[in-house]
Each structure stands twice: as C-alpha cells, then as structure tokens.
C-alpha cells in the first residue's frame, strides 16, 4: 500500500504543481475559444480525478512488471501530460500542444492494448483519460483554428 501511496501523492501532487506554475492567465482568457469550452473549474476537477486513476493503473502496472513495456508507456505518457500545460500556457504554443495531446493519445491507447489481456482493471482506469485527452485534443485544435 505504501507504494499506492506514492504513486497517488507523486502523479496528482506533481500534476497539481505543474498546474499551478503554468496558469492558462490572461493570454488564454484572450483567445477566442470554441462554444464546447467548459467552465475553468471543470478542468482541476477533472484532472484531479484521472490523475489518481492514472496513478492507480501506473502502480497496478508496477507491481506486475517494473520494467514491461506497460510500465515505459505509462512513463512516456506522464511525461507527455505533464509536458503540455508549459508549452500551452506558459509558452503559447498552441499548435506544439495540440502535437504533444496527440502523441499523449497515442500514448494512453498504446498502454490500453498493452495492459488490456493483462491487467484489465488497469487498461479500463485509462478509458476516461483516453476519452478526455480525446476531447482536449479537439478543443485544442479549435483554439489553434480560431486564434
């Protein structure tokens, strides 16, 4: 349990860090945003949420296999997620951010089929993640074709 733990408190302390030092601020207040936008408070809601799940699936995978492929896709998608809220926000690179949501579906699809005759429990914690970047990769385009 106390590698839970550390899973839990690292994946969404880290996210909420970076989150807190790459603030979307004035700059995305300015850009004209698609009509699906949702509220500002939707979003530490939601990632709050998938990042525990993403937490729980990454030490599931741990405690199966440290050094499967699961484990490294698992890797590379964090670094990917927690990659795009500076190039976003902190950045401006709209168009950069849209290529790093894409790589991160990538991403989070390939450790679904990966995990998924494995540990299905761990494969099902990323489909609500896989459907929400799904969505941020569309908003994000949105907001790269309109501004």
């Known amino acids: 349990m106390l590698q839970l733990l550390v899973f839990v408190v690292g994946v969404v302390g880290i996210g909420w860090l970076i989150g807190a030092t790459n603030l979307p601020g004035e700059w995305y207040a300015s850009l004209a945003k698609p009509a699906f936008v949702p509220p500002n408070w939707a979003f530490p809601v939601a990632w709050t949420?998938?990042?525990?799940?993403?937490a729980i699936a990454g030490w599931r995978t741990y405690r199966h296999g440290p050094r499967s492929s699961a484990m490294l896709v698992w890797a590379a998608q964090l670094a990917l997620n927690f990659a795009w809220?500076?190039?976003?926000?902190?950045?401006?690179?709209?168009?950069?951010?849209?290529?790093?949501?894409?790589?991160?579906?990538?991403?989070?699809?390939?450790?679904?089929s990966l995990e998924m005759s494995r540990d299905r429990p761990a494969a099902a914690l990323f489909v609500p993640y896989a459907a929400w970047v799904a969505f941020a990769g569309a908003l994000n385009a949105a907001i790269w074709r309109l501004n």
């Open 49 to 54: 949420i998938l990042y525990v799940m993403i």
């Open 85 to 112: 809220s500076p190039v976003m926000f902190t950045l401006h690179q709209i168009g950069a951010a849209l290529v790093i949501l894409i790589g991160l579906f990538v991403a989070i699809v390939t450790y679904i």
